[in-house]
T-cell receptor, first 114, second 114 residues
Framework: AQSVTQLGSHVSVSEGALVLLRCNYSSSVPPYLFWYVQYPNQGLQLLLKYTTGATLVKGINGFEAEFKKSETSFHLTKPSAHMSDAAEYFCAVSNPGAGNMLTFGGGTRLMVKP | DAGVTQSPTHLIKTRGQQVTLRCSPKSGHDTVSWYQQALGQGPQFIFQYYEEEERQRGNFPDRFSGHQFPNYSSELNVNALLLGDSALYLC?????????????FGPGTRLTVT
């Protein structure tokens, strides 16, 4: 069984400050890892993914995440927050070969203060 | 190139009624997955369809059923609606052998059960 834990249901940062959203997972096999963003009343948009290879992955809108196997973590970062980054962020894991079924964390709401 | 589309956008039903939600996958995709997102929570996997058959199923009762058509579009049916079925229902499409392991999400259908 897989599970995802996102530490902090709400994170508030000032515009221009570092964004750090935490994600830890458990999986019986090497997982594929994803970060999705959800704006109000919308579906999910993929920010970035890790499948194999380089453990630091870059995504859209200046976000990046690093897969750390020893820590079972996949934290999302952005050097400088913009007001437009305010949204709900979800970390998800899938088991390779399991049909891409995603297991999501509970989400982190990012608030950006002017 | 149209992305994933879902209909209707919003729906209000009464307890005990039945509902059908519809999804058209992204062009070129052959697999459709359905997720339930309760308010303030991460999406939960309901089931996945490929080649018109249910391929995987999450921890949802038999009241939840689905169908996939030859053109890859899909329906989600929920019988005997409960208040707890109120949620955003998300459809996601992917390519079973695409190698990118990405799921593309539609905007969702907001179901309210009164």
């Amino acid at each position: 069984a897989q599970s995802v834990t996102q530490l902090g249901s709400h994170v508030s940062v000032s515009e221009g400050a570092l964004v750090l959203l935490r994600c830890n997972y458990s999986s019986s096999v090497p997982p594929y890892l994803f970060w999705y963003v959800q704006y109000p009343n919308q579906g999910l948009q993929l920010l970035l993914k890790y499948t194999t290879g380089a453990t630091l992955v870059k995504g859209i809108n200046g976000f990046e995440a690093e897969f750390k196997k020893s820590e079972t973590s996949f934290h999302l970062t952005k050097p400088s927050a913009h007001m437009s980054d305010a949204a709900e962020y979800f970390c998800a894991v899938s088991n390779p070969g399991a049909g891409n079924m995603l297991t999501f964390g509970g989400g982190t709401r990012l608030m950006v203060k002017p | 190139d149209a992305g994933v589309t879902q209909s209707p956008t919003h729906l209000i039903k009464t307890r005990g009624q039945q509902v059908t939600l519809r999804c058209s996958p992204k062009s070129g995709h052959d697999t459709v997955s359905w997720y339930q997102q309760a308010l303030g929570q991460g999406p939960q996997f309901i089931f996945q369809y490929y080649e018109e058959e249910e391929r995987q199923r999450g921890n949802f009762p038999d009241r939840f059923s689905g169908h996939q058509f030859p053109n890859y579009s899909s329906e989600l049916n929920v019988n005997a609606l409960l208040l707890g079925d109120s949620a955003l229902y998300l459809c996601a499409s992917s390519l079973i052998n695409g190698g990118t392991y990405e799921q593309y999400f539609g905007p969702g259908t907001r179901l309210t059960v009164t």
